[in-house]
């Protein structure tokens, strides 16, 4: 498995796979994460197996809000060069290559990423189910989120740095 940063030629597969993972309230679209590509240049990594092919990604900005506001969803966030707080919008692995430790991964090198850039922690939001996976992953579980997004109750996740 390899990870590196998406490219506009990855938008296709990138697309696919959040449909096959996230609601249809949920997901973003095609052109949403064709902004996110342009703009998140450096915290949007994808991984490719050794067939090169697309089988996950992770991305989000990196701002000085800690925690995700819904209105980052619509209208992308440019990058701080350094500092802030890392977010993630969204991790999704094909559905044929789960259970693989590719969802854990991608997020150890979306760490590395971060820490890099001096960033004080990593937050997202997830589904109550999803909270396992990121304790597993050093992640501490912040409470309910503030986020509608979807018509969900998200919880706030966080790793310090």
């Avoid at 342009?38 to 050794?50: H, I």
């Avoid at 989000?60 to 993630?88: E, S």
């Avoid at 997020?107 to 001096?118: D, G, V």
């Amino acid at each position: 498995m390899k990870y590196e940063f998406a490219k506009t030629e990855d938008l296709d597969d990138i697309v696919k796979i959040e449909n096959a993972s996230f609601s249809e309230a949920e997901a973003g679209s095609k052109k949403v994460y064709s902004d996110r590509i342009d703009k998140l240049k450096g915290t949007f990594l994808v991984a490719k197996n050794d067939d090169d092919e697309l089988v996950g990604f992770i991305v989000g900005p990196a701002v000085k809000d800690r925690y995700i506001k819904d209105k980052m969803f619509n209208k992308t966030p440019k990058n701080l060069m350094l500092g802030g707080h890392q977010l993630v919008f969204s991790i999704a692995i094909d559905p044929e290559f789960r259970g693989q430790g590719i969802g854990s991964e991608l997020l150890k090198h979306f760490e590395e990423n971060a820490q890099k850039a001096h960033r004080e922690t990593i937050s997202l939001t997830c589904l109550e189910d999803r909270i396992p996976f990121y304790e597993i992953n050093g992640y501490i579980d912040k409470g309910i989120s503030d986020s509608n997004h979807g018509n969900e109750t998200w919880h706030n996740m966080e790793k310090a740095l």
